[in-house]
């Protein structure tokens, strides 16, 4: 049991109380615990191997919710939340998966139309069942079929930070089988894909059968479907495939180029072969003529023998990469070391579960040189939003907190910040002699997402020409396999963005990855500037950095291309550059 697993737990019991029309206390203490697991760096099996006392110190784990998860870690399951799935069928916590369904609605649609799951859902919607219900209507409906639609596409994929936190342990697991060379990830996972379909994982060893016999026997394995001496395969509990291919020392290379993809990058290359008289497969690359073998031992003598530069794997989704390394033009991607700050931050203040200054003390060990204080503004009424009045004190004690930073000589320094709502009309929400006394204003869409392309696309530009709003955070919205991102020109946003010496943010959090990999390829070559910004609402959640820095790596972005590598006076100076246009 992974913590996203654990957290899955925790916040399906939250959406079961829910249901039930529980105490609102209640719930909000099991979904807070599903948040904090979920955020944890490391994963709760290993905290309680080492000392289970440790849970003790995690904020947001009482007593119970304590004792909830050393049950869950010993027996892999939760009699309490086993009790309260058996109150309701089957298919009823799935409902939630669709956008725009919370637990409110679902007992409303369950106890007015007997809806029990997707299916029934999509079948109601469509004969236009659900009009007839209090708050909904015919555009309730035809919204409800889209997210269903864009949740079939999604079905049976991971997100990355979930794939990645069963397939690190795995990786490791393996490499203590007797006589291991390497073990290394390939697939989608090297490529840091934001969704994973399946674990690829390659060994080179010198007998096969000894780390067959171990993969089958991972603890956190359900089912082996193959075993076989070159290939296994095997479901995982929480349903994740994984496949184990076991290799050549003298094929290692051409394997980890081939079974890494992506099926485009790799068809192209095959084509690049074929022209050159070569045949390219997982075994090596041979000459066509005589079947000699040319290479196979590296990537990189693979790579070579195709005349080309090696690539990394994040480029390989063939979108000109191949062209770029014949002509020697490879970015130089940005590297996680090259991060030196993080401009979205919250804090107990709003919806977080630390202090302004135990995250800036995090951020310090971390390395990093500051970081921007962005709760959210009041009309995010939910996540506890600051008006102007609680925002010109917050003001005041970072101030503070700087001051005392300075007097023990600490060079780093907290943004005064905001994460301000930019409503429907594309107006902010905090008055503007307020925003000005800020260091940075993040703008950010909460609500409303079902505006056509042109409301939404002039919504954000409206806020990128107020001359206030320096970064725009997740601009799509999008929450990876639950919420499809709203309609958007993000190319008329991002020339705005340009014209006006806005940055567009990439959201770190693992279930946003919003600007994605391919926005951030467009932000490049219109030349806009990007921030890597985790959202962090505690401090371990800054650790999500990763999957922000490898996104961007997706998106060809280089170091200078990301505001957040730059030595805080820059930064400074560019944030002055905003507005004036
Ligand atoms: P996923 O698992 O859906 O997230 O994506 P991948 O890229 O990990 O795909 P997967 O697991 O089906 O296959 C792993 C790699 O093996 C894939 O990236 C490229 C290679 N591969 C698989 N099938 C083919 C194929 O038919 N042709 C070529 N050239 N390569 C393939
Ligand atoms: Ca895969
Ligand atoms: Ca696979």
Redesign the pocket.
Known sequence: MENADIAKIFYEIADLLEIKGENPFRVRSYRNAGIVIEGLPESVKAIVERNEKELEEIPGIGKSIHEKIVEILKTGRCSYHQELLKEFPSGLLELLRVQGVGPKKVKLLYEELGIKNISDLEKAASAGKLRGLPGMGEKTEANILKAIKGLKGSEG?FKIAVALSYAEPLVEYLKKAPDVFDVQP????R?W?D????I?ILVTCKKSAPVMDRFAAYPDVDTVVAKGETKSTVILKNGLQA?VRVLDKKAFGAALQ??????QH??AI?DRAKRMGLKLSEYGVFREKDDKWIAGESEEDVYKAVGLPWIPAELRENRGEIEAAEKNKLPELVEIKDIKGDFHIHTKESDGSNTIEEMAEYAMKKGYKYIAITEHSKAVGIAHGLDEKRLLKQIEEIEKINAKFEALNLKFKILKGTEVDIKADGSLDLDKKVLEKLDIVVGAVHSRFNMTEDEMTNRLIKAIESGIVNIIAHPTGRLIAAREPYPLNMKKVMEAAKRNNVIMELNAYPDRLDLNDIHCKLAKDIGVMVAISTDSHNKMQMENIRFGVYTARRGWLEKEDILNTRPLNDVLKMLKLQGQV
Do not use: E, V, W
Request: proline share 0%; net charge positive.
């Open positions: 994929r390939a697939g989608s996972l490529r894909k969704t994973i379909g399946d690829d496949d081939y079974f890494t993809g992506s099926k790799n068809i095959r």
